[in-house]
């Protein structure tokens, strides 16, 4: 994936986190689990997010399309939001995740 495509993912993702946690969708409350491949955000990405929205956020990175699906297809992965690989999104809907 280039790094221009990765770079908006991160930011649909952190806005789809914001837009949650904004509108209470978001799980416990002051909480926000989130998902994303590894290498895709700076390293105060979270910080800034957490601190910008008043948010403790629980960041869990995946390195691989299978570890994340592992965790997706068990069920109740906990996550609030979970940046995938858009070429799989698709494929995760038709499967109820």
Same mark, same amino acid.
């Given at each position: 994936?280039? *790094?221009?495509? +990765? ?7 952190? /806005?789809? +986190?914001?837009? /949650?946690?904004?509108t209470?969708?978001?799980g ?5 689990n989130v &998902? #994303? ?7 105060? *990405? %979270?910080? #800034?997010? +957490? ?6 956020? *629980?960041? *869990?990175?995946?390195? !691989? =399309?299978?570890?994340?699906? &592992?965790?997706?297809? /068990?069920? #109740? ?6 940046s995938?690989?858009? !070429?799989? =999104?698709?494929?995760? %809907?038709?499967?109820g %995740?």
């Amino acid at each position: 994936m280039s *790094t221009r495509i +990765a770079f908006k993912s991160t930011l649909i993702g952190l /806005a789809t +986190a914001a837009l /949650a946690f904004m509108t209470g969708v978001a799980g416990a409350a002051g909480k926000l689990n989130v &998902s #994303n491949w590894a290498e895709y955000m700076a390293e105060d *990405t %979270i910080e #800034n997010f +957490a601190k910008e929205f008043d948010v403790e956020v *629980t960041f *869990t990175p995946y390195d !691989s =399309v299978e570890a994340i699906d &592992s965790k997706l297809l /068990a069920g #109740n992965s906990g996550y609030d939001v979970v940046s995938h690989a858009a !070429s799989q =999104v698709a494929r995760l %809907i038709k499967g109820g %995740i």
